[in-house]
């Protein structure tokens, strides 16, 4: 599978260009998972490559298939210099591992907890994963390979993600556009919800 994730890097230098740096994590059980930092005009993009290695399978499958299921990696876009957000590598690699140690389908509209803040000072510890094919486009792969997909992440604070649950998805991004929430701003406070 190391093609694919050559592949994959491949794509994503195409869409941002060099990494200016890079970290691996290995958890227990699980494929190394690397995290690439790109940094273009005061914007900070980190993307996860590995955990596109293998297709994401449900957990009620008595056998995986190691060929077909949905493939993906995360990107989380910050604006830079607000705050520390390289600490972020380890909770992205968890987040990206989750498929892995926890059997579950990263998908568009999920939401996805660390339980911890993602950098220090976030006022942030869960994502929403939002459609992909902004950022970068998927990467088909040979059949019968389903497409790496590289799903943008946004993150939520606590009262974000209890909203979420409750209203959708659809709903608070609705939410955030109509109060011209900048999600990029690794510091900002959440959305009005009582509106």
Not at 24 to 48: P, W
Not at 153 to 179: C, F, I, S, Y
Request: avoid cysteine; hydrophobic fraction near 45%; aromatic fraction near 4%.
């Amino acid at each position: 599978m190391s093609d694919v994730l050559e592949l994959v890097e491949a794509r994503l230098r195409t869409a941002l260009g060099a990494p200016d740096a890079r970290a691996a994590v290995t958890f227990l059980g699980t494929d190394r998972i690397e995290v690439l930092r790109f940094v273009d005009d005061g914007v900070v993009r980190y993307a996860t490559l590995g955990m596109s290695a293998q297709p994401m399978s449900d957990p009620t499958d008595v056998v995986a298939d190691p060929l077909r299921g949905p493939r993906a990696e995360l990107v989380l876009t910050v604006r830079g210099g607000r705050a520390d957000t390289d600490k972020v590598l380890r909770p992205l690699a968890v987040l990206a591992a989750s498929p892995q140690v926890e059997g579950v389908i990263v998908a568009p509209g999920a939401s996805l907890d660390v339980g911890d803040p993602l950098w220090p000072g976030a006022p942030f510890t869960s994502v929403l994963v939002a459609e992909p094919g902004g950022l970068v486009e998927d990467l088909e792969l040979d059949e019968p390979l389903d497409p790496v997909r590289f799903l943008p992440l946004l993150p939520m604070t606590p009262n974000e993600a209890a909203w979420k649950r409750v209203h959708g998805a659809d709903a608070l991004q609705e939410r955030w556009l109509r109060h011209g929430t900048d999600l990029r701003d690794p510091l900002r406070s959440g959305v009005p919800l009582d509106d």
